[in-house]
C-alpha cells in the first residue's frame, strides 16, 4: 500500500510557475512507476507527465516544453515544475502510483491559473 499526499497548489497569475510536490509514504517507492495527472471541472481526469522508476519522462502535448516532471527516491517524492502557466491549466492535479496492476491515487491539489 501507498499512501501519496499532493501540495503546492494555489492561486497564480498567467506566465507564472508553481511546483507541485507528492510525498509518498508506505514502502517500495523506487519501484513504481509515477505520474500526474489533473482534472478540470466538467472535463475527464487527463495524464499530464509521467516518470518511469528508471527517470525517462514523457508529457502530454500542450504542457510540453512547459512542465517538467522529477522524482528523488531518497526522499520518496516526485515534483511537476510548472512554468508559463495558461487559464486552461487550472484544474485539480493528481499524483499517481503504479506498479504492474496496482495504482494509487492522492487526495488532489488545486491549481488554479488566473489574473
Known amino acids: 500500500q501507498v499512501q501519496l499526499v499532493e501540495s503546492g497548489g494555489g492561486l497564480v497569475q498567467p506566465g507564472g510557475s508553481l511546483r507541485l510536490s507528492c510525498a509518498a509514504s508506505g514502502g517500495g517507492f523506487s519501484v513504481y512507476a509515477m505520474a500526474w495527472y489533473r482534472q478540470a471541472p466538467g472535463k475527464q481526469r487527463e495524464l499530464v507527465a509521467h516518470?518511469?522508476?528508471?527517470?525517462?519522462?514523457d508529457y502530454v502535448d500542450s504542457v510540453k516544453g512547459r512542465f517538467t516532471i522529477s522524482r528523488d527516491n531518497a526522499k520518496n517524492a516526485v515534483y511537476l515544475q510548472m512554468n508559463s502557466l495558461k487559464p486552461e491549466d487550472t484544474a485539480v492535479y493528481y499524483c499517481?502510483?503504479?506498479?504492474?496492476?496496482?495504482?494509487?491515487w492522492g487526495q488532489g491539489t488545486q491549481v488554479t491559473v488566473s489574473s
Open positions: 499517481n502510483a503504479q506498479r504492474s496492476s496496482r495504482q494509487f
Open positions: 516518470i518511469t522508476s528508471g527517470g525517462s519522462a
